[in-house]
């Protein structure tokens, strides 16, 4: 993980460092403009710049994944050293995951330069999150299934912190990246439940509920993203 990253990090460095060679242009400051990431997570920003040190941010994230796949499973039950039994059976996995995320960041710039400019950034921000799980097992010599699902949702309010630098690659378009940590409180729920069938007739169900609080802190290195004023 640690090097992956560190190949990301440099490959990032030296990309701005030939913007900042390049785009030599004019930074006269505009008011307004989007910021897009693209890099390790979706997002847009409406920024206003206030003047030449300060900046504030909306930004609107989201992160999501989709996975659908199967596998055949083989179970082996020892009774005896001798005596033992099989049980063959398929499983179709359907996972889903989508995160939602508002914050209002307030900028500072630290350097501001011809070519890139550097900043700090912090705020609060809330986050949904909802990740759903069904697994349906299918017996390779019977009329025997059974479904397993899980539902997992949480609300989460907290506070991001970040560091950017942001290359000018002409007046009105840039290209940045920054490193962002974040601290949630989340609340959250699980629903799951179990059901198993015999010839298309429901055998046997159960279902639980459980609530949760929790911490959740975050470390993204590098998000990517470019820049369109006006």
Request: proline content about 1%.
């Amino acid at each position: 993980m640690l090097p992956n990253n560190f190949l990301k990090l440099t490959f990032i460095s030296i990309l701005f460092f030939s913007a900042s060679i390049f785009a030599q242009t004019d930074t006269t400051l505009i008011d307004k403009g989007v910021n897009i990431f693209f890099y390790n997570g979706l997002g847009v920003s409406y920024k206003y710049n206030a003047n030449e040190t300060c900046s504030y941010r909306v930004n609107v994230g989201l992160s999501t994944s989709l996975t659908d796949y199967k596998d055949d499973r083989e179970h082996y039950y020892f009774n005896a050293p001798n005596n033992y039994d099989t049980i063959n059976y398929a499983r179709d996995n359907y996972d889903t995951y989508l995160e939602a995320s508002l914050s209002y960041t307030i900028l500072y710039n630290l350097i501001r330069d011809k070519s890139f400019n550097l900043y700090l950034g912090a705020g609060p921000s809330v986050n949904y999150l909802i990740q759903k799980y069904e697994a349906t097992d299918f017996s390779h010599y019977s009329n025997y299934s059974s479904t397993h699902n899980r539902t997992y949702t949480h609300y989460g309010v907290g506070v991001v912190g970040l560091m950017g630098i942001e290359a000018y690659l002409s007046h009105k378009i840039t290209l940045f990246a920054e490193s962002q940590l974040t601290l949630y409180r989340n609340w959250g729920k699980e629903e799951s439940g179990d059901f198993s069938f015999s010839s298309n007739n429901l055998n046997s169900s159960s279902k639980s509920s459980v609530s949760s609080t929790n911490w959740q802190m975050g470390f993204t290195l590098v998000k990517v993203g470019f820049g369109i004023y006006f």
